[in-house]
């Protein structure tokens, strides 16, 4: 059984290697956060691919430092909780106020997923976490 999660945990560390790779070169996409998880897949799976990723000149060492330490530096958290929040605000103005991701009827019960409160909730879990790591 460990031999099929260590390949699954390598896998999924190159799926997540390739989006961070992407998301450093597309605006819409953020690529740090991939390259963590990434680089924890790696970390239990291949340990000379966890050491390219955080030792890596350019996006290595706040990887390391978040992986290993739990630390994220200041001036960092303002850049990602002002980037969360401005991604928020203009989803919510951009999604229509009748826009929802499902709509399921019950009898005479409508259940609507809305986007915005999605795009809400998930901008407050987001913060919650930035928020909860230490400061250098």
Do not use: C
């Amino acid at each position: 059984m460990k031999f099929i999660t260590k390949k699954l945990y390598y896998v999924f560390g190159f799926a997540f290697f390739l989006i961070g790779l992407l998301g450093y070169y597309l605006p819409v996409l953020p690529g740090t956060i991939f390259m963590i998880l990434s680089a924890y897949f790696f970390m239990h799976s291949s340990e000379s691919f966890y050491n390219k990723i955080v030792n890596n000149p350019y996006y290595g060492k706040p990887i390391k430092s978040y992986i290993e330490e739990n630390v994220i530096p200041l001036k960092t958290k303002f850049i990602i909780l002002f980037s969360i929040w401005i991604a928020t605000i203009i989803s919510i103005l951009f999604i229509p106020i009748e826009g929802y991701l499902a709509k399921i009827n019950f009898f005479t019960f409508d259940l609507r997923i809305d986007l915005q409160f999605i795009s809400i909730l998930l901008s407050l879990i987001g913060t919650f976490f930035v928020l909860k790591t230490k400061n250098r």
